[in-house]
């Protein structure tokens, strides 16, 4: 019987059976091997915070409204990070084959049926780690917030938490040519910083703020910041960090008010630009060239060379302790960066 991770309630997390889907006209069946759980954005299911759990999405107004919440518990079909094989095709499919591995959406579920089309070009190489699959949707989220940043070579980019996105951000915007200051308030993920390219480290707690350190240490500040905490203090910090007309760009899922950004401050003197980055769009002067399919070609492309060490931040954890697993990120336990589920249908070993 498949199975799916779900919330039964805000701070529960298991495994519920599903039944099957059907395979269907150009579809492929895929068997779930790995599937990396996105800390920031589920942990907002698991604590009960996401506005749609409180409130509804008008996607015609693009307007949270009061009212009937968007869904409610149990949650299910979160997760956004998945690799897998594919087991059984439909007759009319050519492409993906039985037996290749792709990297998809499809949430925490054990199995999938899917369009063949949305997987023809997510197909990895025989002998890359499949793992490596798993950071297609995070990194693109990294890279959408560099890009958004619009960091060029020469420049100086201030990235704020190191967590998983954080640090990917940092070894991209040091891969474009950029300076990179890497600001977090746990020493091992600045270590880590380091050596994913960042030329300094700022403790996020220094007295007197990480954006005044970040300004010391750049001789007037960034030309650009990027955060990816989703912590109102940071995004104020980042806007401290910046020079005059300088941009922010906003990465991170920011829950309930933000009492610590004040706008008649470092904003409004020195028209700083803050723009979002949220992964459903492109920034906007990259939309005639980039898009979605485009981030996610480009950070696998660069993961499969080597330039991104990305397993050196994985745990990866047996889907059936999955409540340890976010008992963990909850807490925020530092030796965990990338959790990422292992399915019973993954190899026993990766290449």
Do not use: C
């Not at 942990?43 to 915070?49: F, S």
């Not at 759990?53 to 869904?71: A, K």
């Not at 070894?171 to 994913?196: H, K, M, N, W, Y």
């Not at 300004?215 to 995004?235: F, K, Q």
């Amino acid at each position: 019987m498949p199975q799916i991770v779900q919330f039964p309630s805000p701070h529960r997390v298991d495994l519920a059976d599903v039944a099957p889907m059907p395979l269907t006209p150009a579809s492929v069946r895929v068997a779930t091997w790995y599937s990396g759980i996105s800390a920031g954005t589920e942990l907002t299911a698991y604590r009960g915070t996401n506005p749609y759990l409180t409130s509804s999405w008008d996607s015609g107004r693009r307007l949270f409204v009061p009212g009937e919440p968007s869904f409610g518990y149990p949650v299910q079909g979160w997760g956004y990070s998945e690799v897998g094989q594919v087991v059984e095709v439909a007759d009319d499919v050519d492409a993906p084959r039985v037996g290749d591995v792709v990297h998809g959406i499809w949430g925490h579920r054990s199995d999938v049926v899917l369009p063949a089309a949305s997987l023809a070009w997510r197909v990895l190489p025989p002998d890359a780690d499949p793992v490596l699959g798993t950071f297609a949707r995070v990194g693109s989220v990294a890279l959408n917030a560099v890009l958004a940043a619009d960091v060029r070579l020469g420049e100086q980019v201030a990235v704020f938490g190191q967590g998983v996105i954080g640090l990917l951000a940092t070894r991209f915007a040091a891969l474009s040519g950029a300076r990179v200051l890497a600001v977090d308030a746990q020493p091992t993920r600045l270590e880590i910083a380091r050596r994913f390219g960042a030329a300094e480290t700022v403790d996020a707690a220094v007295p007197g703020g990480a954006g005044a350190a970040v300004r010391a240490l750049t001789g007037g500040g960034a030309d650009s910041a990027v955060e990816l905490s989703g912590s109102d203090r940071a995004l104020h910090e980042a806007v401290r960090s910046v020079v005059v007309e300088g941009t922010v760009a906003a990465g991170g899922f920011y829950q309930g008010g933000a009492a610590h950004l004040r706008l008649g401050e470092e904003f409004h003197h020195n028209r700083v630009r803050i723009v979002a980055s949220q992964i459903s769009g492109v920034p906007v002067g990259l939309g005639g060239r980039w898009d979605q399919p485009r981030l996610a070609r480009t950070v696998v492309g660069q993961l499969l060379s080597g330039a991104v060490d990305a397993p050196a931040l994985v745990t990866q954890v047996p889907v059936d302790a999955v409540a340890s697993a976010f008992e963990r990120l909850d807490r925020g336990d530092p030796d965990v960066l990338q959790v990422v589920l292992r399915f019973d249908a993954a190899p026993e070993r990766t290449p």
